[in-house]
């Protein structure tokens, strides 16, 4: 094992570290080990927590998150423009009441 020295560590940071390795019933330098093995896990720790954390985590199916999607993207029209969804734009006033044009428009929009 490699050997690591760190200079110039600020009293208060050593003292902090003295009092959690106490409360862990370890020495300092094992709780600074512990903080690096922590800190700095290696790639097939890293690979087995990962696989831990999505086994814990339900499958949703493909219709689902479609769903969940097209539920959304409505929620978010409906905030910007509330009107526009709400109701179709050949039912709203037009000015000088010509709903036959304003149906119109709305023919050449779905096309």
Known sequence: MATLTIRNVPEDMVERIKEKAAGRGVS???????VLRRQYPAREELIRQVRELWSRVTPVPHR???RLIREGREERLE?????AVSRPVASRKRAGGDRRRARAVDARRRR
């Open 64 to 66: 689902e998150i479609e």
């Open 28 to 34: 300092m330098e094992e709780e600074v080990r512990h």
């Open 79 to 83: 905030r910007v423009l509330p009107r």
